[in-house]
């Protein structure tokens, strides 16, 4: 199993020459089986550079959504495979209100120009039952996060591996939580590679408690509790430099040196590179 960053930011991309090391596109994930599978986990701004990267082929390509908050979709509309004709994409969630082709709303007036019925591509729903979909030799099963509005974590889990995608979740929300830690632990026990929201400092939450995002600590714990054996910190907020999260990348794995020493700690970075195979250790490359 191959997975690739393109997007790690949350809330709104973030240009710069302060963001460049790191990068400023809004979530997007990109999976792809050794069977050719391939899975898209969000549709931020990171997904332009991902659909200029797919073979152009006929292989059908699965987006999966965390849920529709503007940076997690606003990136479709310059999905280059969306304007190629025969190449199907299904567009999938869970544990949401409404239906994912909902995304296709933002191609409207006054929005964008191009509206969604010039979309070459057939695009498709595919439903997700009892939380688990059986896609070639990946397994995706999903669960509820604990976000303003509703949102879905994923976990794929193949004979190469085990990856999970928990994007957008408050582990301690002051309200009544969707998940409990316990559930959490639980569900993620053992995964081979973690990528999960990690977006404030522990001094930053008196002002963004009750947001749908994580300390970055709480998220080191989850890791530790759940005896993972690499995480991901992803999701960095917008106005984190470099430098910043270069700190935090420091701290975070020095804290892991002395907590848990089966878990190794990166930081998410657009265009890294994991790699997942049944004999090996996980993988990172460029």
């Not at 999938?92 to 191609?107: F, G």
């Amino acid at each position: 199993m191959r997975i690739k960053l393109y997007g790690v930011r949350g809330s709104i991309a973030s240009p710069g020459i302060d963001t460049a090391h790191y990068g400023g596109n809004t979530a997007c994930v990109y999976v792809e089986g050794n069977d050719q599978t391939r899975l898209i986990f969000d549709a931020g701004t990171g997904i332009r550079a991902l659909g200029e990267d797919i073979p152009v082929d006929k292989l059908p390509l699965h987006l999966f959504f965390s849920h529709y908050h503007w940076d997690h979709i606003q990136g479709f509309p310059f999905f280059q495979p969306a304007y190629q004709a025969g190449r199907d994409i299904y567009l999938l969630s869970d544990h949401l209100p409404e239906n994912p082709d909902s995304i296709l709303e933002q191609m409207s007036e006054p929005h964008f120009p191009v509206p969604s019925d010039a979309l070459k591509a057939p695009i498709k729903t595919l439903p997700i039952k009892h939380g688990c979909i059986q896609l070639g030799d990946l397994r995706i099963s999903t669960l509820a996060a604990n976000h303003p509005g509703g949102c879905c974590a994923y976990r794929v889990d193949s004979t190469q591996g085990s990856f999970a995608y928990v994007t957008d979740n408050e582990l301690d929300p002051p309200s009544k939580q969707t998940t409990t830690y316990n559930e959490w632990t639980s569900w993620l026990r053992g995964v081979d590679l973690l990528v999960h929201d990690a977006m404030y400092l522990d001094e930053e939450q008196q002002g963004t408690h009750g947001w749908g995002h994580s300390l970055i600590s709480q998220t080191l714990q989850l890791a530790t509790d759940a005896k993972v054996k690499n995480v991901v910190l992803f999701h960095h907020d917008p106005s984190r430099t470099d430098k910043q999260l270069d700190k935090i990348a420091e701290d975070s794995r020095q804290w892991m040196a002395q907590h848990y020493l089966g878990c190794k700690v990166y930081l998410a970075r657009e265009l890294d590179v994991y790699h997942l195979s049944e004999d090996e250790d996980v993988k990172q490359s460029r």
